[in-house]
């Protein structure tokens, strides 16, 4: 039987999957974290697919999202994008900590994975921890510097004024050099690393992960440890199909 259950660690909200029998052995983990304006309930599928092969699912929701939504209209949390980004990066770093510390996790087992500002906060972490043993990035980009400053361009052609000068957007983006995996592909180290991304895509381009792609390729000695799918007139949906293949890859990976 798989249980669900809702906790909460560090105040964060979260949703933890696994098989009922097995709620306190140590068990290889994954964190998955939603989009943008999404919430953790939204990927319990992957969760329920991975916890029936015995692994254990950590749903997180993320800042000013799900339980953790606040009075914040769309427009200001879209301007808070990047805010979101670094504060999961120090709550994916608790959530790790809080696992070992109940010894939830088997062999050093972590992987992480997200779906749009999911996989673009996942690409990101890369660049910070090194015990994240594999990862899955769907439909998010690497290229985060690249990203932000393509989006803050389409802000500007609607006629919105942003609400920050161009000094503060310089120091954002001086920020981000510091977590774009595209600018230090080295950390990789040949870690297990799984793209998939619509071909049709227009909030988070496809062409940024698949040039990243095939930039590193040739760094990875073994070719099953890298793996781009793409999904020919799909758009910044996640298919049935993406689901299923980002189960199979992590259960051979992770």
Known sequence: MIHISKEYWNHIPLLVVEEA???????????????????????????????????????????????REE?????????????VV?????????????????????DKRFGL????????????????????KASAVLMGTPKLVTFAEELMEKIKQTGYQLPITEEEINFILTGLRSIDLSLQPEVLAGRPLFFWHGEEDSVVPFEQSYSFHESVVPLYKNPESIRFLREVGRGHKVSRFAILETVNWLEMQL
């Open 21 to 67: 029998e097995k709620s306190n052995e140590a068990l290889p983990v994954l964190t998955y974290l939603h989009g943008f304006t999404s919430a953790k309930e939204h990927n319990l599928p992957i969760a329920y697919l991975l916890a029936e092969r015995g692994y254990r699912v950590i749903l997180p929701d993320c800042y000013l999202h799900g339980e």
């Open 71 to 83: 009075d914040v209209g769309n427009q200001e949390r879209q301007m808070k994008f990047f805010e």
């Open 86 to 106: 670094q504060q999961n990066l120090i709550e994916i770093k608790q959530i790790k900590q809080l696992l070992d510390k109940k010894g939830l996790i088997k």
């Open 113 to 132: 994975a997200g779906t749009s500002m999911g996989g673009i906060t996942t690409a990101a972490a890369l660049t910070k921890y090194d015990w994240i």
